[in-house]
């Protein structure tokens, strides 16, 4: 167990809706990192929060948006949803902004259907 | 920006042989570069990281080793065991990147008794 939680587990939704995912991060780190895994890929980097503020942008669409609140937990909220966001969404904590090691969340599974 | 390439994608290995993944990453100022094992359906977890000051990490049956020069970096698993069964990642990063991390495409190791 990393300690950090996600809900919920899983998610099945249809074209169109809207959804959030919600991340804790571990006790003490204020980063937070969201990545989207879909079937047979690998990780790709969406998003970074720090203390509150958005820090680092990555492939992350227009339909998708996240904040990071005062209690530092963090929301990745997905709308209009297509069949090809059917994944696995990871959030990830670290204790810093720079360089360090990350730890993954167990993950939400997003069914669109 | 970063670009990393991860290969084999897919590598059988017998039991107590080794295994070799190796990395190669285009950006020359990345200076962290960690490895993740990802089990089927779990969550990614850290099993070793290098920074760019060290040309060689070892824990226990994993060692990791970085070539600045070439930009190219490695996983070693020695003495191959079916629990190391599983898809690793590799991924690189830069002090000025926020811990945003270009990760590798995967490769799934299978361990055969």
């Known amino acids: 167990d990393s300690g950090v939680t996600q809900t919920p587990k899983h998610l099945i939704t249809a074209t169109g809706q809207r959804v959030t995912l919600r991340c804790s991060p571990r006790?003490?780190?204020?980063?937070v990192y969201w990545y989207q895994q879909s079937l047979d890929q690998g990780l790709q980097f969406l998003i970074q929060y720090y203390n509150g503020e958005e820090r680092a942008k990555g492939n992350i669409l227009e339909r998708f948006s996240a904040q990071q609140f005062p209690d530092l937990h963090s929301e990745l909220n997905l709308s209009s949803l297509e069949l090809g966001d059917s994944a696995l969404y990871f959030c990830?904590?670290?204790?810093?902004?720079?360089?360090?090691?990350?730890?993954f969340g167990p993950g939400t599974r997003l069914t669109v259907t | 920006g970063e670009n990393v390439e991860q290969h084999p994608s897919t590598l059988s290995v017998q039991e107590g042989d080794s295994a070799v993944i190796k990395c190669t990453y285009s950006?020359?100022?990345?200076?962290?570069f960690p490895w993740y094992k990802q089990e089927l359906g779990k969550r990614p977890q850290l099993i070793i990281d290098i920074r760019s000051n060290v040309g060689e990490k070892k824990d226990q049956r994993i060692a990791v080793t970085l070539n600045k020069t070439a930009k190219h970096f490695s996983l070693h698993i020695t003495e191959t065991q079916p629990e190391d069964s599983a898809v690793y990642f590799c991924?690189?990063?830069?002090?000025?990147?926020?811990?945003?991390?270009?990760f590798g495409a995967g490769t799934q190791v299978v361990v055969t008794p």
């Open positions: 990830a904590s670290s204790p810093h902004p720079e360089i360090s090691e990350q730890y």
């Open positions: 006790s003490g780190d204020l980063s």
């Open positions: 950006d020359s100022a990345s200076n962290y």
């Open positions: 991924a690189a990063s830069r002090t000025d990147s926020w811990g945003k991390f270009q």
